[in-house]
């Protein structure tokens, strides 16, 4: 009897151990899936900026419009969205860099170990004239 209640109490100290770190690590997994979401969009927005910038006549603004709609539109903060645009022309190609500052619901636990600033999320797309 006093066996089976040490094993018990041996299993319940494991979990309390445990269950911190595992806890710790889901967090983390689910703040890395939403910063490969954000990478994700922000991939598309320059690469439909970057198109833009291949139409005669393009503008930086223009290209800037375009990739800040995308991210308004997925939710972004847009007053977080960096964008560097560079329109193209005859056998230059259109440049646009996407930067985004990353916050998550879990910066109270991350935010610390990233100096409290985010994490920085940035795409770039060249396509040719």
């Known amino acids: 009897m ?3 209640f ?3 109490g041996q299993a319940v100290l494991e979990l309390a151990l445990l ?3 595992l806890v710790f690590v889901v ?3 689910v703040h890395l899936g939403w910063a490969l979401n954000v990478h994700q969009v922000l991939t598309n927005a320059a690469r439909e900026g970057a198109r833009v910038g291949t139409r005669a006549g393009a503008t ?3 290209m800037r419009a375009v990739v800040l709609d995308i991210c308004q539109d997925a939710g972004l903060n847009t007053a977080d969205v960096t964008v560097e645009a560079t329109p193209g022309a005859p056998n ?3 440049t ?3 930067s985004y500052a990353f916050h998550s619901p879990f910066d109270t636990l991350f935010g610390h170990l990233f100096g409290g600033q985010g994490v920085i999320v940035r795409a770039q797309c060249v396509m040719k004239y």
């Open 2 to 4: 006093a066996s089976a």
């Open 60 to 62: 930086a603004a223009a």
């Open 19 to 21: 269950a911190p770190l």
């Open 27 to 29: 967090v983390g997994l």
């Open 6 to 8: 040490r094993m018990r």
């Open 96 to 98: 646009v860099t996407v």
């Open 92 to 94: 230059v190609p259109s």
